[in-house]
């Protein structure tokens, strides 16, 4: 009955391997049976891995390496690692019988032609594209449970997808949905690089990757929306470590009332304990979510109903990673959603 | 020929009338002979106004009072007060024969009937309104010569405009301008406030003002878009103490090349010294203007011409403020448009 | 056997008191009864207090009236008020054989000759003062099991205390004890001042209240220094929203060795859960305890021995104020030290 | 008369390098013939190096070649280079006949064997070390006018000498000396290093470098105090990007009072138009010097006068670097201390 299911994180010691640690070891069904970097380097302490890991025990942090992965009998394994590595290492995982939930972009994107554009290299497994579950939690319930293979979605998308996707029926054809999306550098992972430095970042903001961001086909596909749709996404950088907030502005076909919306968001969202509706005209802040798994929604009517602003926040690590990846964990081993995240 | 330009200031311990003060002390083409708070309280040195005023001597700072600062003979007045005290005082030193640059709001809507609705008050001296000249300093330059009374821009409308103004005629209609500017919380004045409290705000990012920010009506107006014309602007509060940056967009009518848009802005803004344009694809960082009076502009073509993303980046206390101001005082004296400001 | 505690909270909204909300909440040994305001206002949702209690149900948060308070009946009332109204509530609740755990400064001190001076108000309740346990939990414990009323500890002097009272015995008599202190904004409490807006702190730093702190003397007292003993407390502004890290200068009366030292904190703190020491030579950061209960300690030896640089880095909402305050309820219900702490 | 001295930079591109670029192309007694960067990499324009230089002309920056410099015939040549960088070029300029600023640490301390244990490598110029200046402006005056070759002082070093060095005469003796300095992150220069990144640094504070910091003996020396006198320095690591705050403790061996003080502080820098002394019982913020050249000088007496807490403020940046290198140019060309300064 309280069997705990054995799992196992690839990638432990970035920003979202650590959060991941850190909620698995709490949670009553898992049982944590290793925890490896991907980087290479000596063993650390499994409580070193996070501030609230502080006296707990656990697997030490070990180098990756797949025979001794599989020594330690994981029924899941996580891959928090660099695309490229997941991409290497998931297919081996699945030919020896583990299900997979990868944080990395590997799976992502359905067509394997579209991997060298967008992430650099060519795709070593493309047969498993097809078969890998596109793990937006809210939207994917049916395929979790038998799924092998879980792409777990990118901490823009999730901000993106989570408050478009119910609106998409109600927008106008030819007119641009406009996405201005702000990160916390968490987001870029752990990095020793001059442009992530304090003295570079403290006091400035800045767009990037404008019409070149990896995360951009990722929505597209999951929106249903081709790549020639007029559809602009702009990253922006924020001198705060954690959090997302995307700002988002639809068009829609005939004037919509805010009661309207509000039915279609709860239409869409009831029942789903991580996505929290705010009422109409009100908008939720960074820092409502900063720390939480949850996506926080809200709108604004705009030309007479014509024209919504819609802000969504996640904290990126979470929601945007590790506890996501944890909402998808339960779907696929038949536990409660809020299991281990509350 | 090297006579001094005789100038007063009111409103000076603001962010924005320090930082006015710290130009005009070095301005060498003025004199300042009065600088006054509009808050009241005591007497203050005028070193005391700003980091950068140290060791310099200047007019003690004391409380407004209208007699008092006329008895100093000022030619100029710069108010820094807050919309409704501006809209007071004008007149008054008007009708006393001194030219008048107003920082605050209360003189950049044409309509007396637009205050009641977005600066809360009923407009004291509506025929004013009409002879106010709106202080965009590139595009305004012929009418500031003889002007009495100069509306120098709100920070968020020149982040706005001058981008925007030059794309105009080359925007399809029917489609939503879409602005998204983010602001350093000096934009919001010296405030006891718990939401600006250092707790509140640290690592914190939140959008305000959906429809409801008074800069709105002055972007529409100076764009010459009415009030029913698909324009959307969020203001976004930063955690960080100057700048800001506008992420715009904008559907053409036609497909637009980088080198027509080049030209474009060429066009408007070749010779004027404050405005800068990137190279196309390229954007702006908050940083490379914070501190500096110019104003940044890149853009990124999108949709094979059919969007584009444009970036503008201020100083809101600078070009968004005290500089813009001093850049409206040359054109009113007849000295060279960066006479103070380099 | 698993009975719950009825414990109710005064002060709720301000950071501490949100703290120990969030902490109770979750408390497998508590139930909140009453959840109040000390400032007056109207009713608000449990859930509203923090981040963390999404989704919670418990106890709305209403205005202070002491008979309502008394009308759910609590054993237990934490107190995190501002200091006077804790020094009128508690004679009141204790007399309605509440039992009382005082967040704030009314009962730190055990002469009310001190109150005027330290505090700006003579002290309504001297004889409260000799009663009143103050709860510095590693130091108290024997005290707190049968303690009607204790004093939880200041945030600054629970990050000297801590560190410093181990080694009192090997100091050298008559040269200074120096602690420098820096704490996170939040210590100050949730402030609509100019002060503490953004705009003022962010990249700023500064030492305050040299000689006229009010933990000054509560520090001396704990450490049985006598108000001419020369020890120097200053306090310095962070522009952190949360911890306290205290840089802490001794001088031995005879060389000492980093083994002596470590055993000296061991006979000290082994057992105990909530502070940590780091290896000898090493010093802990402000970012190891941020968001923890833990007290770490770090110290460097000096001089062949004659002088140590001791670091000791809490979060001040917690040991330095909320968890240090469930660890004296804790005590007081012979509850295990850790629970709803970890 | 109004001849300028020709001035060429190494070391132009890091944080230092940059503001003494935007201070000397200002200066009205410099042509700046030569701006090197001491890392390779290609040729960039002058105006790149700072916000502050947009529109101004000047050399190109290229990579440092000895020749190429010489080429350009400087009479002066300042080093912001690496420490063992300056050590090899600067005994090369001199035998070309330039004279020299060093910025770096190369030439600080007066003993060679001092280097392999503080700076880790050999010194290749011993014999330079006696000729060398120790550049503390308000203390070097007379020995600048001839010097060759200018040891510009650290940055703690400035601010913990500053304010301790008029005091030393009426210090206890065996009583340790004690100073908790804390730097903005621009001390450390431009990093590529995951412990200077904004993820690792924002919400952090700590202490570092406890009796190891290669500042602690430049101060013992410029002092006078040999390295068993119980002298503590301890440097910590501010979430800011400039300025330094040192909070210094002293024993005074008979009570002193404020006026005393006072007197003290004004007998070594009334005068001096960089060191500005605060009003007895007040201390300086960071953010008073921060961006300016100046040092600010508080104390407050404890102890019925037996103990003092000074603390001085500087910009790490400018009077910890480039605005002092500039003063010592000055004294070395007869030009006013505050020409190019103000």
């Known amino acids: ?12 010691t970035g920003y979202s391997g650590a959060e991941l640690c850190a909620i ?25 891995l996070h501030p609230s890991l502080a006296g707990r025990s656990g697997p030490a942090v070990t180098p990756f390496v797949l025979a001794s992965l599989l020594a330690s ?38 067509h394997a032609e579209a991997y060298p554009k967008w992430y650099g290299f060519t795709h070593p497994a493309p047969e498993l594209l097809k078969e890998a579950v596109y793990g937006l939690s809210e939207w994917a319930d049916g395929a979790l449970a038998g799924a092998r293979l879980v792409a777990n979605p990118g901490c823009y998308p999730t901000s993106v997808i989570l408050p478009l996707r119910p609106l998409m029926p109600l927008l106008a054809e030819g007119h641009a949905i406009v996405c201005d999306s702000a990160s916390g550098v968490s987001g870029a992972g752990k990095k020793s ?8 970042l403290s006091g400035n903001f800045k767009a990037y990757g404008v019409g070149s961001h990896r995360h951009e086909p990722e929505m597209r596909n999951a929106l249903g929306l081709n790549e020639r749709a007029p559809f602009v996404f702009v ?30 968001y709860r239409r869409a969202y009831d029942g789903k304990p991580f996505v929290r509706l705010h009422p109409a005209g009100t908008l939720p802040d960074l820092k409502d979510v900063v720390g939480t798994p949850f996506a926080d929604i809200g709108f604004s009517l705009l030309g007479e109903g014509r024209q919504a602003v819609v802000v969504c926040c996640i904290d990126n690590l979470l929601k945007g990673a590790a506890s996501q990846a944890v909402q998808n964990l339960n779907r696929m081993i038949a536990a409660g959603e809020t299991e281990g995240l509350s």
């Open 1 to 12: 009955m309280n069997v705990r299911t054995r799992v196992s994180i690839v990638g432990a």
């Open 24 to 48: 698995l070891a709490r949670h009553p069904r898992v049982e944590l049976v290793g925890v490896h970097s991907s980087s290479g380097g000596g063993s650390s302490p499994f409580a070193s």
């Open 73 to 110: 009998r994981p029924e899941f394994v996580f891959l928090a690692t660099p695309n490229e590595a997941a991409a290497e290492i998931a297919p081996k995982l699945l030919a020896s019988g583990c299900r997979v939930i990868d944080l990395s972009g590997a799976f992502r994107l359905p």
């Open 193 to 200: 690089d001059l442009a992530f430095s304090f003295g570079e």
């Open 235 to 264: 990253a922006h950088l924020l001198p705060v470590v954690r959090g997302i907030l995307s700002t988002i502005h639809v068009t829609f076909d005939r004037p919509v009332s805010a009661e309207e919306l509000t039915r279609t």
